[in-house]
């Protein structure tokens, strides 16, 4: 894949959450929540302060990370289902 995001956005593949509840019970596609966790593929260059130089982002390619709900934008390239967001979408880094 051949994708770089602009300025402070990052890609990010999300992390498929379990099929079943802790009970056993198998959860149907339909019910499923999408899944707040994900693992960034990709992350731009950065963001310029007021004075004009370049800030580098505190996440990186291969960290997993948390973010909201109804954050970024999905999109599909090379067939895969992916999510474009700002770096302030991000709740926080895991491990």
């Known amino acids: ?44 260059s950065g963001v310029r302060d007021d004075q004009g130089a370049l800030k580098p982002l505190d996440v990186k390619a291969g ?3 948390l973010f909201g709900k109804w954050s970024g934008t999905e999109v599909k390239i090379d067939g895969e289902d992916l999510l474009i967001m700002k770096e302030s979408d991000i709740l926080g880094v895991i491990g």
């Open 1 to 44: 894949m051949a994708f770089r995001p602009l300025h402070d956005r990052v890609l990010v593949r999300r992390i498929e959450g379990d099929e079943k509840t802790s009970g056993g019970i198998i959860i149907p596609d339909t019910a499923k929540e999408k899944p707040q966790e994900g693992e960034i593929i990709a992350v731009g």
């Open 63 to 65: 960290d997993r990370v």
